[in-house]
């Protein structure tokens, strides 16, 4: 059974930074179809960061040199390195990942809350 679980979430004031972590269980997981996503409050759910195999990432504009991902194969982790944070960085931050067969995993979030 596939298993997404976050944390490193909490309160940080805004100029600061948080690490995230998704740790990933229940099969060879494919590092490419696996991605950050943030819900900030009464927003839709976003796509923020896109980790690639090839060292690269796919981010979105709102976080694009604040943020970076990272992986360790090792530990079947994805981390979520967020520096410079700012209020409007704050939400639910998910874990998302898709297999070949089209079927999609979230984990529960962490809680991100930037204060100004």
């Known amino acids: 059974q596939v298993q997404l679980v976050e944390s490193g979430g909490g309160l940080v004031q805004a100029g600061g930074s948080l690490r995230l972590s998704c740790l990933a269980s229940?099969?060879?997981?494919?590092?490419?179809?696996m991605h950050w996503y943030r819900q900030a409050p009464g927003k839709q759910r976003e796509l923020i960061l896109a980790p690639r195999t090839d060292a690269t990432q796919n981010t979105a504009e709102s976080v694009s040199g604040r943020f970076t991902v990272s992986i360790d194969n090792a530990r079947n982790t994805m981390y979520l390195q967020m520096n410079r944070l700012k209020p409007e960085d704050t939400g639910v931050y998910y874990c998302h990942y898709g297999d070949r067969d089209l079927n999609e995993y979230w984990g529960q979030g962490t809680q991100v809350t930037v204060s100004s």
């Open positions: 229940g099969t060879t997981f494919n590092f490419n179809a």
